[in-house]
């Protein structure tokens, strides 16, 4: 899952659930979800509670049944995610069709989102030659 850019204020990058294709990263009856938020969190009093609150917000309900299991800090893990970021136009001047993370938000759901609308462009196009 990942919030739209245009969703102000949000820390919040993505979520995935790693153990829904790798069972064994979690307990049996369990599912592992992995967070990824901007920042580091130290400007933060409630290391948790902010975070909680997000995904609370982007599921819809209460997650008080989720247990913290660890965090890792990784410096310079990513480029800059200055808000708001919008994806950039697939097709280039040079009629080069772009794609990849570069194009939008350096996630990997965001370099599957931009490799689909590359590929929606170079059809549309083909539709229009003759």
Known sequence: LQKEANEGGMRLVDVAFPSLVQPTYAPTGWDLAAVTVRGSGADSGDKEGWLRSE????????????????????????????????PREPRSASGVYLCGDHCAEPTLDSAMRSGRLAAEAVLKDLEKKP
């Open 55 to 86: 995904l609370e917000g982007l599921f819809g309900r209460s997650l008080r049944d989720w247990k913290l299991l660890r965090v890792y800090h990784v410096p310079f893990h990513q480029p800059s995610q200055q808000r708001p970021l919008r």
